[in-house]
């Protein structure tokens, strides 16, 4: 006998589970990578462990007791080079990172061993070149936090990259049932809304500390709503339709 159709995610086929499913995993995967890499480079620019909000504001307002060079080698650049190592060139910074002493107190040769290896034009990493003594000194000046440029590289892809998951994960979860109207609507423009607040705020962050914690709220609220979205949608495609059979039609406002 025919099974009635419905729309929703529960009552699919398997082959429209299989793709949604496919793409959700690597999408949480992707998820998860993005975390990662946001505590290995702004989770230690404060050289400890765990986002906070003062690793926000050194990484766009920069840290300005200080050059980028230096907080560097206090955070993400401390197992990079030793104590003693980390010290000279410390030294070297604060006596005016002058290209004399750079030969004089031996940091060529530290750079040289320690730094090079990655930081080189043919690396094919975003990180200056320090073959060149004018991208260090550069570096050695005041931390002033993300550049503009940078800062408008990485807004125009988090934007387009974003929006373009949230639109997928967001079509599927609107086949969800079980969630009433308002509520799908709301967690559905959530991450849009947050994705905008969170990129403004690093513009703000970089001419004010005070906005550091905006930036925190908007990567948070976009992580709770992408897991809303990701666990229903999942719970509605494989464990709703061995409980009971779904007959309502989740693209319609009941
Ligand atoms: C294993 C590869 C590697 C080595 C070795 C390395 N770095 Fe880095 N460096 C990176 C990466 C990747 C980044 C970008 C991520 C970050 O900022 O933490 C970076 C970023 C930096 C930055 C910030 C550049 C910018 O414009 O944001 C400075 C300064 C820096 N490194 C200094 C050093 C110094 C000094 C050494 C040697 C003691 C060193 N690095 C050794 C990989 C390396």
């Known amino acids: 006998m025919a099974k009635q159709h419905y729309l929703n995610l529960s009552s699919q086929g398997l082959a429209l589970k299989a793709l949604f499913t496919g793409y959700l995993t690597v999408v949480a995967v992707g998820y998860l990578m993005a975390l990662v890499q946001i505590q290995l480079t702004h989770g230690m620019a404060d050289g400890e462990w765990g986002l906070s909000i003062d690793d ?25 080079a030793s104590d003693e190592e980390r010290e000279q060139i410390i030294e070297w910074v604060h006596q005016g990172a002058d290209a004399e002493l750079y030969f004089d107190l031996g940091i060529d040769e530290i750079v040289e061993t320690k730094c090079i290896a990655c930081h080189n034009a043919a690396s094919g990493m975003p990180i200056p070149d320090f073959t060149n003594l004018a991208n ?21 892809i988090h934007l387009f990259g974003i929006a373009f998951i949230f639109m997928f994960v967001g079509l599927i979860f609107s086949l969800a049932s079980g969630v009433p109207r308002k509520l799908k609507a709301i967690v559905i423009v959530m991450p849009y809304v947050f994705l905008l607040i969170d990129i403004s705020a690093w513009w703000l962050t970089r001419l004010n500390p005070n906005f550091a914690w905006l930036v925190m709220l908007g990567g948070t609220a976009m992580a709770l709503s992408f897991a809303f979205m990701w666990v229903v949608s999942m719970y509605e495609m494989w464990i709703l339709p061995r409980l009971r059979e779904d007959t309502r039609d989740a693209l319609l406002d009941e």
Do not use: C, F
């Not at 926000?56 to 990079?80: A, D, F, Q, T, W």
């Not at 260090?136 to 125009?156: F, M, P």
């Open 56 to 80: 926000i504001v050194y990484s766009y307002y920069g840290n300005r007791s200080g050059s980028l060079l230096e907080n560097k080698l206090h955070g993400s650049m401390k197992p990079m």
């Open 136 to 156: 260090l000194q550069k570096a050695a000046e005041i931390d002033t936090g993300a550049t503009i440029n940078t800062l408008a590289r990485v807004s125009h």
